[in-house]
């Protein structure tokens, strides 16, 4: 079975520009999670999706984040403009119900490094 | 937003030592679990518990969920060097959304052959 893929794997800008990042992940999974970890902490969860609905995104900064996911199936998550402190791994998460802790598979990441 | 204490921030080992780590809360969780992250990777689930008291293993890995439901700790038996990385414990808050995640801020463990 694939897991969860993501990319770029790695992407460098500056400040104030703008970053895409896609993510697909394991079939049949409805669920799908955007998680930002920073140098150091442990994954945050950005924006939750249930198919291709917004289940929670309270943790995303809506200035200049946005995520999609259309079809129910891949995902995209943007930053425009970019800060320096948005410099962090991104990470895709997918699983096959909502509320099942232990079905939570992670894709590699993508890291984004803002100049 | 929740907080998860985790200890130690990072371990240096020799090849055969049993290692310990812990995650205490302040409040209440329904759910721990516990991940191994290796550089370039994301996170993978390595033990999860779901009832205060439950230990469960996994290979030369256990784990136990605290019976205040406000800790858990993992032991790693007889450490390779395959063992390196961050671990990180992970839970749900009771009263909390029952998909949100909190993540600890990872112990780095080092295995010297």
């Known amino acids: 079975e694939a897991g969860v893929a993501q990319s770029p794997r790695y992407k460098i800008i500056e400040k104030r520009q703008s970053v895409a990042f896609w993510c697909n992940p394991i079939?049949?999974?409805?669920?799908l999670y955007w998680y930002q970890q920073i140098l150091g902490q442990g994954p945050k969860l950005l924006i939750q999706?249930?198919?291709?609905?917004?289940?929670?995104d309270s943790q995303l900064p809506k200035d200049r984040f946005s995520a999609e996911r259309l079809k129910g199936v891949d995902s995209t998550l943007k930053i425009q403009p970019a800060k320096l402190e948005d410099s962090a791994v991104y990470l895709c998460?997918?699983?096959?119900?909502?509320?099942?802790?232990?079905?939570?598979?992670f894709g590699p990441g993508t890291r984004l490094t803002v100049l | 937003g929740q907080q998860l204490n985790q200890s130690p921030q990072s371990m240096f080992i020799q090849e055969g030592e049993d290692v310990s780590m812990n995650c205490t809360s302040s409040?209440?969780?329904?759910?721990w679990l516990w991940y191994k992250q290796d550089p370039g990777e994301g996170p993978v689930l390595l033990i999860a518990?779901?009832?205060?008291?439950e230990l469960t293993s996994n290979g030369r890995l256990t784990a136990q969920f605290g019976i205040t439901r406000k800790d858990s700790f993992l032991n790693i038996s007889a450490s390779i060097p395959s063992d390196v990385g961050i671990y990180f414990c992970?839970?749900?808050?009771?009263?909390?959304?029952?998909?949100?995640?909190?993540f600890g801020k990872g112990t780095l463990l080092t295995v010297n052959p």
């Open positions: 998460a997918s699983s096959f119900r909502v509320g099942e802790a232990d079905t939570q598979y």
């Open positions: 079939s049949g999974h409805a669920t």
């Open positions: 999706f249930q198919n291709n609905g917004v289940v929670d």
């Open positions: 409040s209440i969780f329904n759910t």
């Open positions: 518990l779901y009832k205060a008291g």
């Open positions: 992970a839970g749900h808050p009771s009263g909390g959304s029952n998909y949100k995640l909190t």
